[in-house]
Structures are given as C-alpha cells and as structure tokens.
C-alpha cells in the first residue's frame, strides 16, 4: 500500500494490513535472505556476522572515519541532519539484496534490510523520534516502480519501533537522476530544491528513512527542508551507506 491516510496524518499500520500479514507468515514462512534457512526476521544468526560493516562511522554523517569526533567533511559541510544509521557497506550479498528491492520488485527483502538497522538502533532511540519520514519518489517513478523501497523498509522500523509514519508528508518537486550515477560535485546540485511538504510539520524529532546513503546530499537536502519547517532533532537511518 502506498498511500498514506485520507486524513493525511501518520499512523500505524492499520489493522487489516496487520492480518493479511499474519495470514502471509503462517502460509509462507520467512526465510534468511542470504542462506535460505527458516528465520522470523529475514536474516539469519549464522549470517549477519558476516556482513560488512562500516568500522567507524562518523557519528553525523555514518562515513567510516578513524578519528575522534565527527569527520572532516562534515566539520566543512556542517549537514542539516543530526545524526546517521547506516551501519553496513554497500556490497556483496547486501548490495545484490538492495538491488532485487528495486529494480525486480522483491518487496519481501525490505523486511530483511529492515531488520539490519533494528540491530543498530538502540542508541539512536534513546531519544525517540516523532515521525518516520521516508524520503519521497518523484511520482513517474514511483508509477514505473510500483511502490517506495524506502516506505517499505519505514513499515517494519515504525512496527517494531512503535513510531509512526508520514508517508505522503513531503514530495518531490521533480525527477532527479540516480545519486550513485552522478559524480560527487554534481550531486548537490541534482537534489537542491527538489523537496516540498504538503502541510505543516507538527513535531520536532525526526527520521528520515532511505535504502541506501551514497553522499549524504539527498537525505541532507531533505533535511534542510524539514528543518526549515520546525523539526529540530532530525536523524537519517538507512542499513547500507556506500562509503563514497
């Protein structure tokens, strides 16, 4: 489902979406996406220490760095956004998950890079979010895709996490090529002024939910948006970052 309420205000999942699930688990049960074994949450025990991880994020921007504090692009930069999740390298099985997700339509795996980031999470909902904020498709492709990866993968954090989510909150204003297409001098400018909200924002604590962070450009713009518009603790969460 990919509108959000007639109300146009965040919710839960509603409770018919809940069953329909329930009756999916029992006839099909979940399996680890990258062994095959059965398993609730999509990856396995015996997988997930396996996977690449980004060693030392930079705690503002999720770039792996070695040093103390925030790293020196973000000192430069200073991003709008507060804070990073994205705790695993774009590559191999990952990379090849993500890639299923969007362009070959297995809607199933956003449950298993879903459940990447709940692993993560603790310390980034100490402080709790308001609002789930998936960053937007512009709507030819949304039409061409059939769904958002990124709401997706904001349906199982805000089950799990008891957040809500916005999903038709912000828009895009136009078509914007693919980030990781683009060299990294040209990515500001293909995102800048692409995002508008709908209506007001009526809280102040954030998250924006995106697949994958290649430079920080798209959730950053998103960001300047937000805050523009009040939100004053604004944090990114994706499972994969790309260490450009």
């Known amino acids: 489902?990919?509108?959000?309420?007639?109300?146009?205000?965040?919710?839960s999942m509603p409770r018919i979406d809940r069953c329909v699930k329930t009756v999916l688990d029992a006839l099909y049960p979940i399996r680890c996406a990258i062994c095959g074994q059965a398993e609730e949450t999509?990856?396995?025990?015996?997988?997930?220490?396996?996977?690449q991880r980004i060693a030392k994020p930079c705690p503002r921007c999720g770039a792996n760095f070695s040093g103390l504090g925030?790293?020196?692009?973000?000192?430069?930069?200073?991003?709008?956004?507060?804070?990073t999740l994205a705790p695993f390298r774009y590559a191999p099985p990952l990379s090849g998950m993500v890639h299923q997700l969007k362009y070959h339509r297995r809607v199933s795996l956003a449950r298993p890079l879903a459940t990447l980031l709940l692993h993560?999470?603790?310390?980034?909902?100490?402080?709790?979010?308001?609002?789930?904020?998936?960053?937007?498709?512009?709507?030819?492709?949304l039409i061409w895709r059939g769904f958002n990866q990124?709401?997706?993968?904001?349906?199982?954090?805000?089950?799990a996490l008891d957040i809500p989510i916005?999903?038709?909150?912000?828009?895009?204003?136009?078509?914007?090529?693919?980030q990781a297409a683009l060299r990294a001098k040209y990515r500001?400018?293909?995102?800048?002024?692409?995002f508008g909200l709908r209506r007001p924002l009526h809280v102040k604590s954030v998250a924006i939910i995106d697949d994958v962070i290649t430079s920080g450009e798209t959730v950053n713009e998103l960001a300047r948006v937000l805050r523009k518009h009040g939100a004053n603790?604004?944090?990114?969460?994706?499972?994969?970052?790309?260490?450009?």
């Open 1 to 11: 489902m990919i509108a959000g309420p007639s109300s146009g205000q965040p919710r």
């Open 42 to 51: 999509g990856i396995c025990a015996n997988c997930l220490p396996g996977l």
């Open 70 to 83: 925030t790293c020196g692009s973000c000192q430069i930069s200073n991003p709008q956004y507060d804070a």
């Open 120 to 141: 993560e999470i603790a310390p980034f909902t100490q402080v709790k979010p308001q609002l789930l904020i998936p960053v937007p498709l512009h709507l030819s492709r």
């Open 150 to 159: 990124s709401i997706e993968i904001a349906r199982y954090l805000s089950q």
């Open 166 to 178: 916005d999903r038709t909150l912000t828009y895009r204003k136009r078509r914007t090529q693919p």
């Open 188 to 194: 500001r400018r293909n995102v800048t002024g692409c």
């Open 233 to 244: 603790l604004i944090q990114a969460w994706a499972p994969l970052h790309t260490e450009l």
